[in-house]
């Protein structure tokens, strides 16, 4: 079980970031993670199996799956599909805050389910064709789809229980993003605990407490994403992604990679490629 904490960054040309799913071609799994940002996954084709709250959510064509803010989740894309991710800024939603930093959307269906997914659709078709305009028509579609959140979805009843988790995820998440920012390096616990002013005994039971992982495993893991966003989009050799995401060697790497994905590095490229071409 890897977790890890995603770090958001919008597009450049709108206040959100918008993009295709990058398990399209299958046979891809996405560990256990978290951000502040609240997320849309919405499946055009294909399916995906989401993974929220320790239970399977299968996600089937015309479907989307909507992620809370500091909300561990995983995804599991055994076949090929198509599916728009949006990530939203915590901060959007500020003015319908429920407590302190904190809003929280049902994941039950609403009438408005379709309306969201057609909304989506169009936002990103237009986006793709990038047409004159296309800025204000995309963004004009999303103040709508916030308004049928905010309007349709969001909960104002919240448990002391959810405050409390979404605040340790939160304070989690500096030290998560240290270590994306910090993975290459020989990074250790007792280091990264003095940094922050923790003991290493502290902060490794707040690891293990609220993201249910030890410190060398959300290492490797964070690691192990870093490279395989690097295998899948450059021609790097294998060597090179290992020993520049951290990895102690191309076999540490191997055999990581392999341990996750069922395959080596270099069968996982060339299959994504074949898939890629088939597409």
Known sequence: MEFSHELIMPNEDLPFKMFLFEGACGNYFRDK????????????????????NNQVCPLCSGEFMLVNSNEIHSIDAVSRNYTVVLQIPLKTFEKYYTAEQFIRFTHDGRRQDAEIMSIIRDMYTTYRKKECGYEMKVVSSYYMLLYLLVSGYRESEVTPDMLRKNRKLGGLSMITNYIKENYKSDLSLEALAEIFGYSPAYLSKLLKRYAGINYKAYLQSVRLECAYQELMNTERTISSIAMDNGFASSKAFTRAFQEKYKMTPSEYRKRSMESRGNM
């Open 33 to 52: 993670h978290w951000h502040r940002s609240v997320e849309i996954f919405a499946v055009f084709e294909g399916n995906l199996d989401f993974y929220l």
